[in-house]
């Protein structure tokens, strides 16, 4: 399967503590996206990717949040002090560079944080 | 970025032809008009985009007036498995690092 996957698939955490779910894009695409996805609700932009620099960042991305793509391969989303409002679906999705239009999620971690 | 608006929810028959409007009053003259599906637990599939006129792929058709201020997907005979969530989304795709803008979307059931 070469499509985008996410680790872990469900995570369920207590208030407080620091997770970390990974991505891993189609292998030829530069581009990657991190969301989040609340019940009832699209899909929020937190950050983008292209190849290992960071272009951009939501509001939505507190300093609790922090994302890597240390060498334009797969990414890591980091929540530290995870709070009960984190709880979300979190998709990972990727694009070849100049295409963001047509972008390829990934199924989802789904936090849950008690 | 332009606003959508759309149904909140709609229910179909299987085997039905099921149209989704979209409405996006102020989209400007480099918006395009993309459609994403999203089944439960899974991440949005993009659908199919369009600019002007019609387009139709293998999954589905998307009609957009001449002042393209509306568009509306069409899905020919539905079936339980169409069942999902369907967003509109109008940006401009030439951009090229415009994160893709989501509303609440549309719940289509299929009904046997």
């Known amino acids: 399967d070469t499509g985008v996957s996410q680790d872990p698939r469900h995570k369920i955490t207590k208030r407080g503590q620091n997770v970390t779910f990974r991505c891993d894009p189609i292998?030829?695409?530069?581009?990657l996206y991190w969301y989040r996805q609340t019940l009832g609700q699209g899909p929020e932009f937190l950050t983008y990717?292209?190849?290992?620099?960071?272009?951009?960042k939501s509001r939505l991305l507190s300093d609790r949040f922090s994302a890597e793509r240390p060498k334009g391969s797969f990414s890591t989303l980091e929540i530290q002090r995870t709070e009960q409002g984190d709880s979300a679906m979190y998709l990972c999705?990727?694009?070849?560079?100049?295409?963001?239009?047509?972008?390829?999620f990934g199924p989802g971690t789904r936090l849950t944080v008690t | 970025l332009a606003k959508t608006t759309q149904p909140i929810s709609m229910d179909s028959y299987e085997g039905q032809e099921v149209n989704i409007t979209c409405s996006h009053n102020?989209?400007?003259?480099?918006?395009?008009i993309t459609w994403y599906q999203q089944f439960p637990s899974q991440g949005p599939r993009f659908i199919i985009q369009?600019?002007?006129t019609k387009v139709t792929n293998e999954v589905a058709s998307l009609f957009i007036p001449a002042d393209r201020k509306s568009s509306t997907l069409s899905l020919p005979r539905v079936s339980l498995s169409d069942t999902a969530v369907y967003y509109c989304?109008?940006?401009?795709?030439?951009?090229?690092?415009?994160?893709?803008?989501f509303g609440k979307g549309t719940r289509l059931s299929v009904i046997a």
């Open positions: 990717f292209q190849n290992e620099a960071q272009l951009e």
């Open positions: 292998s030829e695409h530069n581009r």
């Open positions: 999705a990727s694009s070849p560079q100049g295409i963001s239009y047509e972008q390829y």
């Open positions: 102020n989209i400007a003259t480099n918006d395009y």
């Open positions: 369009g600019y002007k």
């Open positions: 989304l109008v940006g401009d795709r030439d951009s090229g690092n415009t994160p893709l803008v």
